[in-house]
């Protein structure tokens, strides 16, 4: 773990040999985030990630280890982003989510809040957007009247987007906005940097195959740390931010 000081991703960087050990590691740090946050609260309101890197958390958190020490009626699952695709579509991180987690887990749709309707409703973007917002006002929120989630799981994309916030694209300040992906399936909707700020915990977690992009961030960060070349440089503020690598320091 980086010294704060030297720390230019800032906050906690928790480095793992390989993929494999950072899979087990992030499912015990997610393990202790919702135990310690259900010592203060009756639920705990999560975001999921999109993308391959959430599968092997998936898949360790479905072992028994699990089922005894996370108390999975307590979960209340949202999503960090959501691809503008079918619901059931292979890539929908709704989809990704259901197969590969919520139907091994037996949840109730009452505990999960996918960003579009399930079953499909086709609606646009600013229908959908306004429908998650309206969700969102369920959660708890700050004195800055913003949905505080209790903890946010992120991965980080090759261009170092984080969620759908992409290079360019993180001025929206709404709690959720419309972005496009530079690659297929583009249209997509995530969280604002502003409800990715206000999370109590943030979770980035990175295999070893984004180490680049990582060290570049942190070494443009260690240059010019306030100019916000990089989507997570404007979640700088985010004291809950943690990141868990899959490579050794
Ligand atoms: C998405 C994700 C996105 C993802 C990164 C990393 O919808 O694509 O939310 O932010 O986390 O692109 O994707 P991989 O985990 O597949 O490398």
Same mark, same amino acid.
């Given at each position: 773990m980086y010294p704060n000081a030297m720390? =230019?991703?800032?906050?906690k960087v928790f480095h793992y040999a390989d993929n494999a050990t950072l899979t087990t590691g992030v499912a015990l740090r997610f393990s202790e985030i919702i135990h310690l946050t259900l010592q203060e609260k009756a639920l705990v309101n999560l975001a999921l990630s999109g993308g391959q890197t959430p599968l092997a958390l998936y898949q360790e958190l479905l072992k028994n280890h699990y089922e005894r020490t996370i108390?999975?009626?307590a979960l209340h699952f949202y999503f960090g982003d959501e691809r503008?695709?079918?619901?059931?579509?292979?890539?929908s991180n709704f989809y990704q989510a259901q197969t590969a987690l919520f139907v091994h887990k037996n949840l =109730? *749709?009452?505990q999960i809040f996918p960003m579009q309707p399930y079953p499909e409703v086709p609606a646009d973007s600013s229908v959908l957007i306004r429908r998650y917002h309206n969700l969102l006002k369920d959660l708890p929120s700050n004195n800055a009247n913003l949905p505080v989630f209790d903890l946010i799981l992120l991965g980080i994309g090759?261009?170092?987007?984080?969620a759908s916030l992409f290079p360019g694209q993180t001025?929206?300040?709404?709690?959720v906005c419309a972005t496009e992906a =530079?690659? *297929? #399936?583009?249209a997509r909707l995530t969280l604002s940097a502003p409800i990715i700020r206000a999370a109590k915990k943030v979770v980035i977690l990175a295999g070893a195959e984004k180490q680049a992009i990582v060290e570049k961030i942190a070494a443009k960060r260690r240059l010019? =740390?306030?100019? #916000?070349?990089? #989507?997570?440089d404007v979640l700088?503020? *985010?004291? *809950?931010l943690e990141w868990h690598l899959g490579w050794p320091s």
């Amino acid at each position: 773990m980086y010294p704060n000081a030297m720390n =230019p991703l800032f906050n906690k960087v928790f480095h793992y040999a390989d993929n494999a050990t950072l899979t087990t590691g992030v499912a015990l740090r997610f393990s202790e985030i919702i135990h310690l946050t259900l010592q203060e609260k009756a639920l705990v309101n999560l975001a999921l990630s999109g993308g391959q890197t959430p599968l092997a958390l998936y898949q360790e958190l479905l072992k028994n280890h699990y089922e005894r020490t996370i108390d999975w009626q307590a979960l209340h699952f949202y999503f960090g982003d959501e691809r503008l695709v079918p619901v059931n579509a292979a890539e929908s991180n709704f989809y990704q989510a259901q197969t590969a987690l919520f139907v091994h887990k037996n949840l =109730p *749709a009452t505990q999960i809040f996918p960003m579009q309707p399930y079953p499909e409703v086709p609606a646009d973007s600013s229908v959908l957007i306004r429908r998650y917002h309206n969700l969102l006002k369920d959660l708890p929120s700050n004195n800055a009247n913003l949905p505080v989630f209790d903890l946010i799981l992120l991965g980080i994309g090759q261009d170092g987007h984080i969620a759908s916030l992409f290079p360019g694209q993180t001025a929206c300040d709404s709690w959720v906005c419309a972005t496009e992906a =530079p690659q *297929a #399936p583009k249209a997509r909707l995530t969280l604002s940097a502003p409800i990715i700020r206000a999370a109590k915990k943030v979770v980035i977690l990175a295999g070893a195959e984004k180490q680049a992009i990582v060290e570049k961030i942190a070494a443009k960060r260690r240059l010019t =740390p306030t100019i #916000p070349d990089y #989507p997570v440089d404007v979640l700088v503020n *985010a004291t *809950a931010l943690e990141w868990h690598l899959g490579w050794p320091s």
